[in-house]
Each structure stands twice: as C-alpha cells, then as structure tokens.
C-alpha cells in the first residue's frame, strides 16, 4: 500500500510539473483565489530556464473569482511588460480569463 501510494504522489507531481516558454520568452503564470469572501491575486513570471523573474501577491476584498483571475493577469502583464519583456505566454487555470484573451468569449 506505500508503495501504490508513493508511486500515486509522484504521478500526480509529475502532471503538475511547470513546462517553460521557448528560449527568449518570458511565462506569466497567474491565479485567483477567494477564501472566506476575500480575493486573493497572484502571479509569477519565469524565464527559459526557469528563474523568477517577477512575482506578486495581493489581497484584493470581495469579489468574484473570476474577477480575482482577472486581476491576476492584469497585474502579471502590467508589471512584465513593464520590465521590457514583450514575448510573453500566459498560464492561468480559468477558461473564462484564458477565453477572453484568446478572443473567444466576450468578456463579463
């Protein structure tokens, strides 16, 4: 039964594990959070080689996740294009943000 486990813990790490940009690019990962109404934002932009290049955290109030996600991405961009960096992939986990900027939804 550990072993399964073990075996189960590292499959699991290996499917989450951070894929970097192509050479010469910068990957904006961005997230939302709301947890006992209080949104929470955060983002971190990685090179080629996976350095930290940018990171950020802030706590926004009430609102929707999906606004929070918004924000996130909002934020990383602002601040990485600020640096100079203008190859730059974004990674989030809301279909809704990720359709917006992919021109596929109209936003809310």
């Known amino acids: ?6 075996h189960l813990k590292q499959s699991l790490l290996a499917s989450i594990k951070w894929e970097p940009p192509p050479t010469g690019w910068i990957k904006l990962n961005f ?11 955060g983002f971190v932009s990685r090179n080629w ?3 930290v290049m940018l990171a950020g955290v802030k ?13 996130a991405l909002r934020d990383g961009l602002t601040y990485t294009v600020h640096k100079g960096w203008r190859k730059i992939m974004l990674k989030g986990d809301s279909k809704v943000i990720i359709d917006c900027v992919n021109q596929v939804a109209a936003p809310h």
């Open 1 to 6: 039964m550990e072993n399964s486990h073990h």
């Open 31 to 41: 997230d939302g959070l709301v947890h006992n109404e209080v949104a929470t934002t």
């Open 49 to 51: 080689d996976g350095h």
């Open 59 to 71: 706590k926004i109030g009430q609102t929707s996740i999906t606004v929070a996600e918004c924000l």
